[in-house]
């Protein structure tokens, strides 16, 4: 690894942003099967939403211009009847919530705010606003209007719209074939024995488990061994994936034949190392349709790179037109300290609008348990070598979609 291979955090992230191209495969879904689903069309507004004026609230529907008055009781009117206007003056009519409102009543009065009600009439009290309570109909989404554009990523709450339509399938992108990889003789199954001498492998199945919270399908294609040859013809046989992930196998070291055994394949390399801390050995490129991402050994620095760097990417070759990380800004209770000349990152734990960093951002890329320990990261630029307490910085939330445009959230 050569300082001409290695790029700034910022470049490497532009770099790989620039270089992944969104898929192009469709296919239709049944609601059930929307979430987390990117969609491949625009939706447009079926019914008009609400289809009818309604009321907000049990109370009473009348006249504005008859306010401060006691009318009275015409009707009562519950959700799912078709009533017609027949108010005369002095009248209004008790309603229910959702209930459909007749054309002669433009506002409602919740109950409890009238100073008198009997079972025949009601006192409206004076100072209530013009159309409280009252729902027109379309006032939520217009016939005819873009409900979702293609690109927009599917939450409850869309799917939620879309039944509300009575839309029960849409066009999906199809979901992006994904081969997780591990290398290292030393590298041991969950279920296998280990010696003393052997580690578990805790990197893939931490990053499957990381892809899946996101919505994605990742397949474990196993570990490969420190050979050269071994792993030229493993990589060889996953050129049908849209994207390979390794974690191992890229530093220096002498069992280190990733990148060898990439270019054998016709690796195309957009970077080979990254001015940051933890996280220096990482590569990405592209190797024919293939998306490689090679992350570093470190178990720490394996699944924060994944979810940096790869996560973004992965989120707009799936078609999503909104893929980077979303930040907030958080007080740094701690004076903490960084070593400058590269971009630092920091994991921490956010409550309340407040930055509690990890150990006191002492800790090893090896290591597991301080991911366990947070809820949230900050990245600094090569400048920073401290914060102090009382600072205000951006942070990333570990439990939030990548879903922001493109934005700036290094401090």
């Known amino acids: 690894m050569t300082q001409l291979d290695i790029l700034s955090f910022l470049e490497a992230q532009k770099k790989t942003q620039e270089a992944c191209k969104s898929t ?29 004026d309604n009321s907000a609230m049990d109370g009473f529907a009348f006249r504005y211009s008859e306010r401060g008055q006691t009318l009275k009781v015409k009707t009562a009117i519950f959700a799912g009847d078709k009533p017609h206007a027949q108010l005369d003056e002095g009248e209004c009519y008790k309603i229910m919530t959702g209930a459909q409102v007749p ?14 009600v009997t079972e025949t009439e009601v006192s409206i009290p004076e100072n209530i606003k013009q159309g409280n309570a009252f729902r027109s109909k379309g006032e939520e989404q217009k016939e005819g209007h873009t409900l979702f554009e293609r690109g927009d990523f599917m939450t409850p709450a869309h799917i939620a719209l879309l039944s509300a339509q009575g839309i029960m399938a849409a066009s999906v992108y199809k979901p992006l074939q994904i081969a997780v990889l591990s290398t290292g003789d030393e590298i041991r199954e969950p279920w296998e024995q280990a010696s003393e001498d052997e580690i578990y492998n805790a990197n893939a199945f931490a990053i499957t488990a990381l892809l899946k ?11 490969i061994p420190d050979r050269l040859e071994k792993t030229v013809d493993c990589i060889a046989g996953l050129t049908s994936y849209d994207v390979i992930i390794t974690t191992g196998g ?17 690796l195309n390399a957009l970077f080979h190392g990254v001015n940051v801390k933890p996280g220096r050995p990482t590569m990405m490129g592209t190797m024919g349709s293939t998306f490689v991402m090679a992350m570093p050994g470190n178990p720490l620095t394996a699944m924060i790179n994944t979810f940096l760097l790869s996560l973004p990417v ?3 070759m799936q078609g999503n037109k909104r893929y980077a990380h979303p930040y907030i800004y958080a007080e740094n209770k701690h004076l903490f300290k960084m070593r400058p000349g590269k971009s630092n990152i920091v994991l921490g734990t956010v409550e309340n609008g407040e930055f509690y960093v990890t150990r006191n951002n002492k800790y090893g890329s090896g290591m597991l348990t301080p991911i366990v320990e947070s809820n949230a990261l900050a990245v600094f630029n090569e400048s920073i070598s401290s914060i102090e307490g009382g600072e205000r910085i951006k942070v990333i939330l570990f439990d939030t979609l990548p879903l922001s445009k493109p934005n700036q959230f290094i401090n």
Do not use: H, W
């Not at 054309?103 to 008198?116: G, H, K, L, R």
């Not at 890229?250 to 016709?266: P, Q, R, V, W």
């Open 314 to 316: 992965l989120f707009k």
């Open 103 to 116: 054309s002669d009543a433009d506002t409602i009065v919740p109950i409890e705010d009238c100073p008198m």
């Open 213 to 223: 919270k996101y919505g994605f399908s990742p397949t474990y294609a196993g570990a």
């Open 250 to 266: 890229i530093s220096m070291g002498d069992a280190d034949f990733l990148e060898e055994a990439f270019k054998k394949n016709g």
């Open 24 to 52: 192009e495969m469709t296919e239709t879904v049944l609601i059930e099967n929307l979430l987390n689903r990117v969609i491949a069309e625009d939706i447009v507004v079926q019914k008009n939403l609400p289809s009818f």
